[in-house]
């Protein structure tokens, strides 16, 4: 035959067990993590208005200053003003050694007509030709 | 539980001077009921030794804003419970172990654990109820061991009393099924 059970008629005993002294450490080791949690946020806020704080504060200053800057910069002038600015040399500023650089090394380059006149006499020369003969016969 | 010894210690415990004592005296009061109903949630007692801790520490940062619109011990009881679901999910995740794997894994700690010392019946027992699903497994918990009303037990899991006591009738009769057949 089946046992049919009741489950109000079994004895509703804790059957699980803990160690030894386990309730009376509890409060203690509970504390003990409590009084880590505030440490690490007793240290959290101190790093932050030690350090996090102020690096931030220079970091907003330093981004605010560029971007003045760069405004400032950026300002539209008006076509007088752009003119002005570039008779005064304002804007528009040569590098004078640069100058004198590129206009030496012009002069200096050797001119393409000349070379060919002197490659010319050179031919005429070496092949003995008369100039006299040519010019007539031109 | 004795409401009026409540309101004292959340009074202490306002006054940032006997804090502490207040806190102390609250985890001596109430560890071993919230201690058991973790114990037989998560079965094994290191597992339960930290969601107990974990329990109370959330306490400890949350009394401040408690409003004593619930009695100290429900809203405790709550913490503990969701610590306890919270437990069982990441148990789940981090062995990738599927939903009703879970309570088969209890079952077996059950048979090995050094801390349970229940006679054959009350293993028998214990298994049946690790067979219920995880809410189910909570309500009779809280109404067949803790013995607690409906609607404590809607207030700590936001469920109203009708379905509490739907869901604990067919839990009863699931354990006694289950306890018949073998």
């Not at chain 1, 090394?105 to 005429?124: G, H, M, S, V």
């Not at chain 2, 409401?3 to 985890?27: G, H, M, P, Q, T």
Request: overall charge negative; aromatic content about 12%.
């Amino acid at each position: 035959m089946e046992n049919k059970y009741n489950i109000e008629d079994l004895k509703k005993e804790n059957q699980f067990a803990v160690p030894t002294s386990y309730f009376e450490e509890l409060p203690l080791r509970i504390n003990q993590r409590k009084t880590n949690t505030n440490n690490r946020t007793l240290f959290s806020a101190k790093l932050w208005y030690k350090f996090l704080a102020p690096t931030f504060v220079v970091i907003v200053l330093f981004v605010g200053y560029f971007m003045y800057q760069n405004n400032e910069n950026d300002a539209v002038l008006t076509n007088q003003q752009l003119s002005k600015n570039i008779i005064n040399h304002e804007l528009v500023e040569f590098d004078e050694e640069l100058i004198y650089e590129v206009y030496t090394e012009t002069a200096n380059t050797p001119n393409a007509n000349a070379t060919q006149d002197e490659e010319i006499i050179d031919y005429l020369i070496n092949d003995n030709i008369n100039i006299n003969q040519i010019t007539e016969e031109l | 539980m004795d409401n009026n010894n409540d309101i004292k210690l959340i009074a202490l415990f306002r006054d940032e001077n006997s804090r502490n004592y207040a806190f102390d005296l609250i985890v001596k009061q109430y560890q071993q009921r919230i201690y058991w109903h973790v114990r037989r949630m998560v079965i094994n007692h290191d597992d339960a030794d930290d969601v107990v801790q974990n329990t109370f520490i959330k306490a400890w940062k949350g009394l401040p804003n408690f409003k004593q619109e619930s009695k100290l011990y429900t809203w405790l009881y709550t913490i503990a419970t969701n610590e306890c679901l919270t437990f069982l999910n990441k148990k789940r995740k981090i062995f990738f172990i599927p939903l009703h794997d879970v309570e088969q894994e209890l079952s077996n700690q059950l048979e090995s654990d050094e801390f349970y010392n229940g006679d054959e019946i009350q293993l028998k027992l214990q298994k049946a109820i690790l067979t219920l699903p995880e809410k189910q497994r909570l309500v009779f918990n809280m109404k067949y061991y803790d013995e607690m009303k409906y609607e404590e037990m809607a207030e700590v899991l936001s469920t109203s009393v009708g379905a509490l006591k739907a869901s604990y009738h067919i839990a009863v009769k699931k354990i006694e099924t289950f306890l018949t057949q073998d």
